[in-house]
């Protein structure tokens, strides 16, 4: 897999990532079991051992079963799509549509996508809360989150973070979403009960990711251009520091919708 020419002037971002019902970034690529976190019982008729593969320059997604290493149909979410998000009870894959400023919902059960919900502009990351109820989805063009309620497929108010927001992640009780803040030199802390921001936390230079520890106590901040990890700094690579990231030009597309670099 590969990502074509750099996309709004940013560096090249290639993530290709294998979880259990976990949001990724980037060239997605998804496994499910059986049931997820969830019971079998509120499982549904889920496809044990599928990859979801995202393809952007065929604005596809295509399941693959890991048993037997065979591609289904591609499954169809139009232009662009770059990142992807399965619920905790693995019913509902949800696709980020770059260019089209939507994200398309795909049922599982039949690998067959939904109607796109409008987001904020350039959605590329998607982060789902570990009860499944509402999937944030980080628009970088619009510095903004939009929260998606999976139940209705409904998006609410976008919430305002800070510039270029790029990377999500939400804390194993569900309580908080953070997002780093590539452009601003932050991190936004949501609460997830009311999809409200909170005051920005200050870090290093160009925050492009972010993981949080399983008791959920530390958020650790990947900062490129100082070349360390927030909060301790555990990592310093003098002489390797990268200028902040440029501002977006205007989005260009073909007559086919397909982007123009």
Same mark, same amino acid.
Request: charged letters at 10%; aromatic letters at 6%.
């Given at each position: 897999m590969h990502f074509p020419a750099p996309y709004h002037g940013f560096p090249m971002r290639t993530?290709?990532?294998? %979880? $259990?019902? %976990?949001? @990724?970034?980037? &060239? #997605? $690529?998804?496994? $499910?079991g059986s049931a997820g976190a969830a019971s079998a019982a509120d499982a549904g008729p889920v496809h044990p051992g599928t990859a979801y593969v995202v393809n952007q320059d065929s604005g596809t997604v295509t399941p693959i079963r890991t048993a037997t290493d065979k591609a289904g149909t591609a499954i169809n979410v139009k232009t662009y799509p /770059? #990142?992807?998000? &399965?619920?905790?009870?693995? +019913?509902? %894959? /949800?696709?980020?549509? @770059?260019l089209l400023d939507t994200v398309t919902p795909i049922q599982v059960a039949t690998n067959t996508a939904g109607k796109a919900i409008n987001v904020g502009?350039?959605?590329? &990351?998607?982060?789902? @809360?570990?009860?499944? +109820? @509402? #999937? /944030?989805?980080?628009? &970088?063009?619009s510095g903004t989150v939009t929260p998606i309620t999976t139940a209705t497929g409904k998006a609410g108010k976008a919430i305002n973070v800070g510039s270029f927001p790029w990377a999500i992640a939400v804390t194993p009780n569900g309580k908080t979403a953070y997002v780093a803040n590539s452009g601003s030199g932050t991190v936004t802390p949501i609460g997830t009960a009311t999809s409200t921001a909170g005051k920005a936390i200050t870090v290093g230079t160009d925050p492009s990711a972010i993981a949080i520890t399983p008791n959920g106590k530390t958020a650790y901040v990947l900062t490129r251009g100082t070349a360390k990890i927030s909060p301790k700094g555990a990592v310093s690579r003098p002489g390797r520091h990268r200028g902040p990231r440029p501002s977006a030009p205007p989005r260009v597309r073909s007559p086919e919708g397909l982007p123009v670099f």
């Open positions: 993530h290709i990532t294998r %979880a $259990l019902c %976990a949001a @990724t970034a980037g &060239v #997605a $690529l998804v496994s $499910l /770059y #990142a992807i998000a &399965v619920t905790p009870n693995g +019913k509902t %894959a /949800y696709v980020t549509n @770059t502009e350039d959605p590329q &990351v998607i982060a789902i @809360t570990p009860n499944g +109820k @509402t #999937a /944030y989805v980080v628009n &970088v063009g």
